[in-house]
């Protein structure tokens, strides 16, 4: 069964600080789709990222980066130096695509970062 | 470009009561997704549009929910009558994604949402 698993419920640092959000992830099809969204105070979620399954290289944009490593099926996010403009809520989420035919987003819980100044 | 409209952004009803929500994705956007989201919780998918037909609606409570997207481009979503465990946040969201099976997963782009409250 598909599922993404975010443990860590909350967060809170203090700017300039980096920090990790962690995602695991549960599927059976060799292909498919992680994302990472930020849902700041306003609510609307707001796309950061998306990998394919067969690419594991890590990404970086800016202050953000993401680590993918299929070993442990997991999809890791880092900001380093954040900035109170980081609070917010961050998803995970996983899309199977090609077995159903629907690309819908399976979302973990989420994990509020709060970052202080 | 204008994102993906949604209204209202607000609304307390009864239970009992029935409600409707409008969404207008992305222009040229073909896929169109609504979400629930509960308090504390990820969105959970309750139907998917490709076009103006149901790619996915396994979610969907079928005996009070229901929705349609006429001509492809606007959809409504309705509830009819609402419990209170329906009080959530609604989301519409769009995607280029052209047809189904076509062997990719797009980038969705969300509306702000419409909370229900249910009393």
């Known amino acids: 069964a598909q599922k993404v698993t975010q443990a860590q419920t909350e967060i809170s640092v203090v700017e300039k600080e980096d920090v990790t959000l962690d995602c695991v992830y549960e599927t059976r099809d060799t292909t498919y789709y992680l994302f990472w969204y930020k849902q700041p105070p306003s609510g609307e979620l707001v796309f950061l990222i998306r990998r394919n399954s067969f690419d594991e290289q890590n990404e970086i944009s800016g202050r953000y980066s993401w680590n993918f490593q299929k070993s442990t099926s997991s999809f890791n996010f880092t900001i380093t130096a954040s900035q109170v403009v980081d609070s917010a809520v961050y998803f995970c989420a996983l899309s199977e695509v090609y077995v159903r035919n629907t690309d819908k987003l399976i979302f973990g819980t989420g994990t509020r970062l709060q970052v202080f100044p | 470009e204008a994102g993906v409209a949604q209204s209202p952004r607000y609304k307390i009803i009864e239970k009992r009561q029935s409600v409707a929500f409008w969404c207008n994705p992305i222009s040229g956007h073909a896929t169109l997704y609504w979400y629930q989201q509960i308090l504390g919780q990820g969105p959970k998918l309750l139907i998917q549009?490709?076009?103006?037909?149901?790619?996915?609606d396994s979610q969907l409570p079928k005996d009070r929910f229901s929705a349609e997207r006429l001509k492809g481009v606007d959809s409504t979503l309705k509830i009819q009558p609402a419990k209170l465990e329906d009080s959530a946040v609604y989301l519409c969201?769009?995607?280029?994604?052209?047809?189904?099976?076509?062997?990719?997963?797009?980038?969705?782009?969300f509306g702000p949402g419409t909370r229900l409250t249910v009393t």
């Open positions: 969201a769009s995607s280029l994604r052209a047809t189904s099976g076509s062997g990719g997963s797009y980038e969705q782009y």
């Open positions: 549009f490709q076009n103006n037909g149901v790619v996915d």
